[in-house]
């Protein structure tokens, strides 16, 4: 079985945005993106990444974590599902994804569950009575895929300007550690799916500004899993690390984002690919295809190790 990860859109669509709209966190957002996120992120990489998967026929599901839009309007979040839908070509049981910071950007948003309603195809569980609703929506999900059991977690919490932490909260928790002991799922391999990664920066500063809050209360419920994937995004640019848990630890894999051109091949736009082998579900390869600098072909890239870039930050 093969998965793609792709993550970190950072689809804009200003249309009809008003002066009213602005006052709150979307003002510092709506002067970074004139002032630096417009520089980096283009439609055009976006949609290379989507051509790019949509040729592949080998292809069995297309995972996304999260930070689809910019400011988490609703005309962006059109613009996401019509992406999802038309340009990747994928239904509500072909793709599964999560909501980031950046879905999540105002209480507004947050409060009304908007992420959770316009991509409410690509969030049913197949386990329904598994999830809990918080007040965001109904997380943990699950999909249970052949031999892989796909779980998405929701770490969007609307934070203050310039803050980009997140946190999935002790009732997810709490529904996270009964669903990977249900007996579909322990009859599977847990394929994890959050946007922020587990492993924090070393600064309290940086945590706190945009790591995840909970992430040592997170790995605690991942410790008795073996043989699983967490797979995230928010950092745009690709890593690899390893949980360390009872059972001698899981795969952490985070993508770059879509639509971010740049320089260094690690944080270059592309989209990365597992296979997974179908009779134990048991992650037996993994593939990043970035995109070249003319954005006309995907070629292999390496991923990095977690501990390899914070050596060489």
Do not use: C
């Amino acid at each position: 079985m093969k998965v793609a990860h792709i993550s970190d859109l950072h689809l804009l669509a200003l249309e009809g945005l008003s002066v009213k709209r602005l006052a709150n966190k979307r003002l510092t957002g709506w002067v970074n993106l004139k002032l630096r996120r417009e520089s980096h992120h283009h439609d055009y990489a976006a949609h290379a990444v989507a051509r790019a998967i949509r040729a592949r026929r080998d292809i069995d599901h297309v995972v996304v974590t999260g930070d689809v839009s910019n400011l988490a309007l609703e005309g962006e979040f059109e613009r996401v599902r019509a992406y999802l839908g038309d340009e990747l070509g994928r239904r509500g049981d072909e793709l599964s994804l999560v909501p980031g910071n950046h879905d999540a950007y105002t209480q507004g948003a947050h409060r009304t569950a908007r992420f959770e309603r316009i991509f409410a195809p690509y969030l049913k569980s197949d386990l329904p009575d598994a999830s809990l609703l918080t007040d965001a929506g109904a997380y943990p999900y699950v999909r249970l895929r052949g031999k892989l059991a796909i779980i998405g977690v929701s770490s969007a919490v609307p934070r203050p300007p310039l803050v980009a932490s997140g946190r999935v909260g002790k009732l997810q928790r709490v529904a996270l550690h009964g669903l990977l002991a249900h007996r579909e799922v322990r009859a599977r391999t847990p394929l994890i799916l959050i946007h922020h990664p587990w492993h924090n920066p070393p600064s309290r500063t940086k945590t706190w500004l945009g790591g995840l809050e909970d992430a040592r209360e997170l790995r605690d419920v991942l410790d008795g899993v073996a043989h699983g994937t967490v797979l995230h995004g928010h950092l745009h640019r690709r890593t690899r690390s390893t949980i360390p848990n009872a059972r001698g630890g899981i795969e952490a894999i985070g993508a770059t984002s879509a639509s971010l051109v740049h320089d260094d091949e690690d944080r270059m736009s592309g989209y990365n690919l597992y296979t997974f082998d179908d009779a134990s579900g048991h992650l037996t390869d993994v593939e990043a295809l970035r995109m070249d600098s003319h954005g006309a072909a995907f070629v292999p890239t390496p991923i990095p190790t977690a501990a390899s870039q914070r050596a060489s930050a």
